[in-house]
């Protein structure tokens, strides 16, 4: 028996997660239907409508239903049969409300396209979002939410560029230390394009990166101009391995050579260089945690956001990539970094953090470690 | 009454063409349907099945009936009943076999959705083909032909550079004298990009520019391998509106500065940098045109194509830019330019023309004008 939140399980898990699992329940997504959660308390209106159209076990939509008094119904579909008998079950099991439940069990690219006005949108597959992405950008209302989560990280974050092209159409960056920053600003351009393509503007509002996967949630707008603004914020990533320089540039500012150190830059993207979060919601969420049953690990995670959402910059520093530009034998203790650099630590990497400092400071405080 | 190939029509026609005709009969889509006609007169196999999702008065559906015994069935759909009506009665007082045809009255994208192993798939819209595309890429067979239309010619050639970045994700380049190829190359882009999302590989193999209008037609083959590889042609375009000189890069290679006259260089793209045809292919066009009745200016849009589609060259000159860029108050007659410069015309301007000359040589010819 395992318990997630309100909801029961009668089921024994395997010792290797896996698609293969007859119906498909990964407790290492514990956190992320936590922060799902949090989002509906914040994001969505009394009584909103929410979709979850691969809805695999049923956990996710269930929690929806028992911890939330804002989802007024949950549309859940799976493909696969077993998963939709599984789910009616604990649907009984927990005696809810049929009026709050619409269950589907087809192909979710043909409901998506019938399907309008939802308030939360989720698209979260095993593997890489894209095949499924464009389907899902229509039933999200204007001002809902659309999650995306990809579990092709290693793809986004540069271990296979050429697949990463083929997906996404943006290069990775695996030799910076931010390359899982890099990887979900590549998921985030390519949301923000297929959305443009379509009159609409999906803005991220809050983006993580945890265990093998990246999510990111979207606020959904309407119309050829707002879609433009966003598409303003997608460009490229110079990045300098010589001295850390790094900067967002248009296609038009493209350089080729480091102008702190002359090394030779190398360039990522296309990709977001705009922010990964909205601040007023990272706060509110911050706020609501407690109204929830959350993990640990979600509440440290969400914590670490707090701090590093506020910072306005595109990558950050980690201890060993300073360490090993500027040949600091003894480096000093995380600390030390943070005070010297005025930084914010990131939840994207332990000793990773965050600074608003430009190159020319940074490389004067480096002297000062 | 209007005769198009063996199609005769009672029609009258507006003045104004728009899509707000009740029934949609465009006569100057005539060498559109023409070339289409030829397309499939080489690029099918016996008894193929020819999809027009948007098939509007159904002259192109029709013709494809009449006018080649390669077709063994045409699927014609349109959104609006009366187009269907039209295109029923058509069919009868033209007598084809209805074992011939299948006419569906629905939403493109969904029926779409379930068609497999079409030989021929015409994406013809009024607008842009982009909102479209994703579902086009699906019914097509292995080796078959997606046809593709975009009559945002002004989008993709740069008068509206920010909805070409919303709709295509590129950069176009007004500034240049082939800003029409440029346009072209990022229709190709799109389409490349959108397959490749999906592991397909849709090679271009003929395009074109006419009167309001761009067209390609793409081969689809299947696999990741295959989709990489054509991916290996998508780059950005530099060039130099002092010297003319243009290159096509890769990302890493984008530079700022004109190599030969150290003018700021101007970036397009991302966009196709690979062929625009396939020499063999046009060839075989060239070969059955008579078979079918073409209008004049089909096969003079023919016969140009057949003489540019063997050099090898993003972009083209045209008399004034080199007149401009060089100061010729006297610029001599095309012929000479020709001769000059080893060029063939270009169909995409009819005072351009194509050379395969590296820059270096280009200039030293220009001289000896």
Known sequence: MIREG???????????????????????MRENRDISLLMLLVG?????????PMGASGVRALRFLLETQKVGKVIYNDINPKAVDFFIKLLEKHSVDKQR?????????????????????????FGSPIPFLESFLFPVARHGILAVSATDTAVLSGTYPQTCQRRYHAKPLLECE?????????????????GA??????????SYSYRHYLRVFFRKDIGPRRAD???????????????????????????????????????????????????ELVER???????????????????????????????FYTLSSIAKAFRLSQPPPMKRFLEVFEGKRTHFDPEGFRTELDHEEFLRRVKEL
């Not at 009584?47 to 979850?52: F, H, L, Q, T």
């Not at 979900?184 to 297929?194: C, D, F, G, Y």
């Not at 102008?259 to 990964?276: D, E, I, K, M, T």
Request: glycine share 6%.
């Open 6 to 28: 309100k909801v029961f399980l009668e089921l024994d898990l395997p010792k290797v997660i896996s698609a293969d699992m007859g119906v498909f329940y990964n407790p290492h």
């Open 285 to 315: 969420l911050w706020e609501v945690r407690g109204s929830v049953e959350i993990s640990e690990e979600t509440n440290k995670l969400l914590k670490r956001i707090k701090g590093e959402a506020h910072i306005k910059s595109v990558g």
């Open 178 to 194: 931010f390359y899982h920053e890099v990887g979900i600003r590549i998921l985030i351009k390519k949301v923000v394009e297929e």
């Open 101 to 125: 439940v619409e269950v589907y069990n087809e192909d979710a690219v043909l409901l998506l396209r019938r399907l309008k006005n939802c308030h939360y949108v989720d698209l979260d597959p």
């Open 197 to 206: 393509k379509h009159d609409y503007a999906f803005e991220p509002i809050f």
């Open 44 to 52: 969505v209106p009394e009584g909103a409508v929410v979709c979850d």
């Open 229 to 279: 603004r966003l598409m303003e914020s997608i460009g490229y990533l110079l990045y300098c391995d010589g001295c850390l320089f790094r900067k967002g540039v248009r296609l038009e500012d493209i350089q080729r050579t480091c102008p702190y150190c002359s090394n030779r830059l190398l360039v990522a993207g296309p990709l977001w260089l705009g922010s990964l979060w909205n601040k």
